[in-house]
T-cell receptor, first 112, second 114 residues
């Protein structure tokens, strides 16, 4: 079974620090990877996607992909209380057309 | 990204009844999906809504329980039939928009079955 795994947390970081969220996936042939942010009571919002090994930066967010280790991470620099949410990692496995496999999410708490 | 709306945003229903959830997109999209998210859980794909043909259901989900329509490239409905309290959940539609499989979600429908 193709799986995406995340630590459920909560991950607690002080305001201004770097939050590091991690995700591993089992399907070595997965093509692209996505990070969604979900506030309590809201639907998931796509914040980053990555498909090449290495880093991809967008503002305070950096997605990192290491296909050899089957590892994806999301770094949030200068964390703000408004970043407190659940972050879902998703992978697009091979042979599944457009379907995504989601992890269970990591809850991030940014403390004052 | 596409603007997606869902109706209703929430509902409380009695067991044994059915509820139809609508998903409207402001632009034509090829791929539309229906997910369920139970409290404190991640997203579970129910089915892919195919325009002009029957939906493709995931393991554990059947058409009799979750009939889906997709009459055109901007609209889909999901019906939750013969509801039980176990169907209490958030139901989300999503659309694929982008060449790498990026999916964007509607605001969701919070269903409570009593």
């Amino acid at each position: 079974q193709k799986e995406v795994e995340q630590n459920s947390g909560p991950l607690s970081v002080p305001e201004g620090a770097i939050a590091s969220l991690n995700c591993t996936y089992s399907d070595r042939g997965s093509q692209s990877f996505f990070w969604y942010r979900q506030y309590s009571g809201k639907s998931p919002e796509l914040i980053m996607f990555i498909y090449s090994n290495g880093d991809k930066e967008d503002g305070r967010f950096t997605a990192q992909l290491n296909k050899a280790s089957q590892y994806v991470s999301l770094l949030i620099r200068d964390s703000q209380p408004s970043d407190s949410a659940t972050y879902l990692c998703a992978a697009r496995p091979t042979g599944t057309a457009s379907k995504l496999t989601f992890g269970t999410g990591t809850r991030l708490q940014v403390t004052l | 990204s596409a603007v997606i709306s869902q109706k209703p945003s929430r509902d409380i229903c009695q067991r044994g009844t059915s509820l139809t959830i609508q998903c409207q997109v402001d632009s034509q999209v090829t791929m539309m999906f229906w997910y369920r998210q139970q409290p404190g859980q991640s997203l579970t794909l129910i089915a892919t809504a195919n325009q002009g043909s029957e939906a493709t259901y995931e393991s554990g989900f059947v058409i009799d329980k979750f009939p889906i329509s997709r009459p055109n490239l901007t609209f889909s409905t999901l019906t939750v039939s013969n509801m039980s309290p176990e169907d209490s959940s958030i139901y989300l539609c999503s659309v694929e928009n982008g060449g790498l499989g990026q999916q964007y979600f509607g605001p969701g429908t919070r269903l409570t079955v009593t």
